[in-house]
């Protein structure tokens, strides 16, 4: 089934306060992981399209990541960050660990063409969604990786930026303002890029 | 739909620049592009039963005390080894949780994509008699490619006869052959109608759990936990349900098993001495998994005589009210002296004719023997006699 655009679950949805009881019913029983599983896979499920070569990899990542993240809740402190954190830190090791003979890539290309969201028979709004994506693609492919990587988390994945911070083990203001300076930097090119 | 600030806040909360709103924007529609990508549900499966089937749950956690608290607790535990606490050992004992906690695990159990399971429950049978009735009862699970089981089939042998009953569920249709009445049931009354004490398909434990999850819910205090026990070596959870099935004097135990939530028994025995009737006892005694592929041929099959009976399906009395656009109910219009039902739906559908509403309300009845017949569940006479049945009991309805 078609996934509705708009439909991500983003930062201010999610209750840290239901993560804090997710996590610890899961602590205790490991098949109430399946809950966090369920709240998170897709969120995952789109940074790892973004860090592998094929939705095969990024499938068995996927798997990866959360069997990792079971077997290692025991070790899980709530005072010490997020949940979402925690999460994308074990699939950020992961997707590194994946690619440790390979350069580090985080691409855009993650989406088939075939799967946008597009009316095929309307032809103008292919063609501007085309557009739209060219430029995207534009924008995005002029940043290094750790920047897209940035841009994935918030805007692909939905972390906050305090969550963000704590996947990238950076501080929470250090990680704003990378984020706000590479978005600066988005804007001043921004304009070479519009028709 | 939320708005962008409101999506951003915190990069568009202390920002006023259009550039950047753009630029936010457009980052934005990256992520509906992102968002249309869906984890393929056959490896979404695949994740959730390796998950599931985890090996070693994470223990308890627990939480790091300050020192002083630790040092507390460490004399507290010296003080309470030395004074030789009666029953301390108890303290570490296994520990039941809800009702509804045994019951949400139990109905979560599934098997992996395109796998099957194959349980051989014994049972025993006591009813009053010197000599208890003992047997088996057989059954197959099979899942489709997403994990959720599709086919099953059951067979219970007890005491002298060969067969004591017969089920058999393919997707959305279910069969079962009552040897006692040498009748058929075909769905979708057959999983409901209980050819002994409890339903049709008892031993797909998952299904039992939803279906006591839902009478835990309506009635709590007909579904309670018992203390956790162990049964043939394994911990089990155990949960005691009264007046089952509609049997108020009936008392069923369910024992799952305490780390894979898979239904290791039951006891049915009569909780009143004023009503008795035969207690049963079924217990696991293999359990064994394999891929679909190696199920055996026509194990889906009901196998019933050719010569039994095939009661005729209930009409569909929920079709009344679709064919008829009429906020009837039919079910007090058949409880009362009132006009036919024809006459009825004439009301508000005022070109219905009598051969128009009896096809609308044996429709999925005629279905479902149709396909009961095509798969060989049933012969081709078997049908045309119940298909004849069914049309003469739904003319009666709709003319009276």
Redesign the interface.
């Known amino acids: ?3 509705v ?4 679950p ?1 930062p ?1 949805g999610d209750s840290p306060r239901d993560d804090v009881d997710l996590v ?1 019913a ?6 109430a ?2 809950a966090l ?1 369920e709240r998170y ?2 969120r995952v ?2 940074y790892l ?2 860090r592998t070569d094929t ?1 095969e990899d990024a ?1 068995d990542l ?2 990866l990541v ?2 990792k993240a ?2 290692a ?2 070790h899980y402190r709530v005072e010490k960050g997020p949940f979402p954190a925690w999460l994308f830190g074990i699939a950020r090791n992961t997707a590194a660990t994946f690619h440790a003979r390979r350069p580090p890539t985080v691409a ?1 290309d ?2 088939p063409e075939i ?3 597009v009316d095929e028979h309307d032809l103008e709004a292919r063609l501007l969604r085309q557009e ?2 060219s ?2 693609r534009q ?2 492919g002029s940043l290094d990786a750790p920047k897209r990587e940035l ?1 994935v988390l ?3 994945s ?1 972390l ?2 305090a969550e963000i911070a704590g996947v990238i083990g950076k501080s929470e203001a250090a990680t ?1 303002k990378q ?2 300076r590479t ?2 930097r ?2 001043e090119h ?2 070479d890029y ?1 028709p | 739909m939320t708005t962008l600030p409101e999506r951003y806040p915190d990069i568009l909360a202390d920002h006023h620049d259009p550039a950047l709103v753009c630029v936010v924007a457009d980052l934005d529609r990256m992520r509906e592009i992102a968002t249309a990508a869906i984890v393929p549900p056959r490896r979404d499966a695949a994740i959730r039963q390796a998950l599931y089937a985890r090996e070693s749950p994470p223990a308890p956690y627990r939480r790091a005390l300050p020192f002083r608290q630790r040092l507390a607790t460490l004399a507290a535990a010296l003080l309470v080894t030395l004074i030789g606490v009666g029953g301390y050992q108890r303290l570490g004992g296994p520990t039941s949780v809800s009702a509804q906690t045994v019951l949400r695990r139990a109905a979560a159990v599934h098997l992996a994509p395109t796998q099957a399971v194959h349980l051989v429950y014994s049972v025993t049978v006591t009813n009053g008699a010197p000599i208890a009735a003992i047997g088996t009862a057989d059954a197959w699970l099979q899942a489709g490619a997403g994990g959720a089981p599709t086919r099953s089939a059951q067979t219970l042998i007890v005491g002298s006869t060969s067969l004591s009953g017969r089920y058999v569920q393919i997707g959305a249709h279910v069969y079962a052959y009552n040897p006692m009445h040498h009748a058929i049931l075909v769905s979708p009354e057959a999983r409901a109608t209980p050819s002994w004490l409890v339903p049709s398909d008892l031993f797909n434990g998952a299904n039992l759990a939803r279906d006591l999850r839902v009478l835990a819910e309506r009635s709590p205090g007909q579904v309670r936990v018992g203390p956790r026990q162990t049964l043939a070596g394994r911990t089990v959870d155990v949960i005691t349900v009264d007046g089952w099935m509609n049997r108020p004097a009936q008392r069923t135990t369910f024992y799952f098993d305490a780390r894979t939530y898979a239904l290791r028994g039951f006891d049915a025995v009569s909780a009143d001495p004023s009503y008795p009737t035969a207690s049963w006892e079924a217990r696991l005694s293999s359990e064994d998994t394999v891929a679909a592929s190696a199920v055996p041929a026509n194990t889906f099959m009901l196998h019933a005589p050719a010569t039994a009976r095939v009661v005729p399906p209930l009409p569909d009395l929920g079709a009344f009210a679709r064919a008829c656009r009429s906020a009837v109910d039919i079910r007090v219009l058949l409880a009362s002296e009132s006009p036919s039902l024809l006459s009825v739906c004439r009301i508000t559908a005022p070109r219905m004719t009598e051969t128009g509403l009896a096809t609308a309300l044996d429709a999925s009845g005629e279905a479902a023997l149709a396909t009961a017949a095509a798969t060989g569940q049933i012969t081709a006479a078997q049908a045309v006699s119940a298909r004849a049945a069914l049309r003469a009991r739904v003319s009666l309805l709709v003319q009276s």
């Open positions: 089934m078609p996934r655009a708009g439909a991500l983003l201010s610890r899961a602590q205790i029983d490991s098949t992981f399946v599983y896979r897709d499920y789109w399209l973004t939705a499938d996927l798997q959360f069997l079971l077997d809740l025991t855009w993650l989406v799967l946008l969201p739209d994506l430029r995207l924008l995005f841009l918030r805007f692909v939905g906050t930026i704003k984020l706000m978005l600066h988005l804007k921004y304009h519009t």
